[in-house]
RNA sequence: UAAAGCAGCCGGAUAAUCGCGCAGAAAUGUGAGGAAAGUCCGUGCAUUCAAGGACAGGCUGCCGGGGAAAGCCCGGACGGUGUGAACCGGUGGAAAGUGCCACAGAAAUGGAGACUGCCGAUGGAUUUUAUAUCACAGGCGAUGGUGCAACGGUGAGUUAAGAGCUUCACCAGUGAUAUCGAGAGAUAUCAGCUAGGUAAACCCCAGCCGAAUGCAAGAUUAACUCGAAGGUUAUAAAGGCUGUCCGCCCACUUCGGAAAUAUCGCUAGAGUUUGCAGGCAACUGCAUUCCCAGACAGAUGAUUAUCUAGAAACAGAACACGGCUUAUGAACUGCUUUAUAUU
RNA sequence: GGGGCGUUAGCGCAGCUGGUAGCGCAUCACACUGGCAGUGUGGGGGUCAGGGGUUCAAAUCCCCUACGCUCCA
């Protein structure tokens, strides 16, 4: 789990983060990005699993926390690189990406943020 | 030894590294379930309203006990299933009334019989009479086929033929009486009453139920203040009060838009542990002990190693609690039954 | 978190005061035509979402389960 201050947690934050249509795919999660940062604030991120995606729970949270565990130790190495320019980021985890293991979807997050401009 | 039945227990552990929620100044402490699930019942709690009354309406349904209550639990009765241990049961009333019972069938509730039939004792006719005969009067409800179901069942006796006929044996129901039991009910005797099914059809009986809305309930604070409707003498109108009606309340009231943040509600409770006492049990009482998640894009995770059992199932709190239902892994323990073998 | 509704032929729908399931489109065959379209006639196709119960009999009544849709900010 992160610290709050890297968390997205308004509503109306992630409809912004939305409606610039910035994303990419890889391994079955999508990556939307926002607009670009003014301030030097930390870029905070959200994480996102549908209800139809899976219907019961322990499955939705446990992808929800593969990906917060992969964003967590890249920020730790400090190689989130280009995607720091962001104000916001959410990554969104699909079907495809329910049921594999930590390795997997830490190399899919590691391609979409190496992949980002 | 094998196969069953019932009950109980566990719901992964340890270590390393990197992390999160809550409380706290910090050190540190603490952090998902037996079902947290489905939302099928029932409570608490909150808001609005309630002078009330009538009629609707809903739920439950053997007996006794427990419980705050429940479509809940325990014990018993009865019925059914099983060789048995045991298990299952929405189990009041069809003799208050109404409806329905397709097709088939003579007939589907009205105490029927008109189809197919049996008889011709009694009376009548034919005949001298008897015997005999009869599209006679009439008697009968056994026989045949239909159907889930045919007006108690089976067997005998009686008879012209027959029949629960009340003559008899056994059985089923019903009613009365007696005994036992707290009661559901059980047993015995007598009566001779025989009445189709369906109430998860309407209904009747008994018991229970203020209504609506659910923590997105609701409270406090800050900020924007915008639109619409009716009334302002009375009536009317609008709004509200329980589904309807009677009746009642209000004189600034109702509806809507935008915003949807912060704090509270928010977890000490029909609570947990252990012991003793009462009770067959459910459960209750007393003492003792403990404080045990409280988020708001939403906390328990990731990786590695070892082990149980080489790879741990079902599954994630969102106001709380009591049940029910459904999902689910591996191992173990106790009691009981049946079968076989040996002593 | 709390309500409501639905599931019937390949598709869209009836039937839900119990008596053995239909309609339209689609599909198949035949006829009309030189052929196509079109029209007409005839036919096939159903675990009535799944399981259990009540009843002589259940798509229909009752209970449980699954899936889908929808409302309350």
Known sequence: ??????????????KATYK??????????????????????PTKVGFVVSKKVHKRAVKRN???RLMRE????????????HSQKYLSLIFVGTEKALGKNFKEIDN????????IE
């Open 1 to 14: 789990m992160l610290p709050k201050q890297y968390r997205l947690k308004n509503k109306s934050a992630f």
């Open 20 to 41: 610039v249509k910035n994303s990419s795919h890889s391994g079955g999660v999508t990556l939307f990005a926002g607009i670009l940062k003014k301030e030097n604030a």
């Open 62 to 64: 446990r992808l929800k």
């Open 70 to 81: 992969s964003y967590r130790l890249l920020l730790k190495e400090n190689a989130l690189g």
């Open 108 to 115: 899919a997050i590691r391609k979409l943020i190496q992949g």
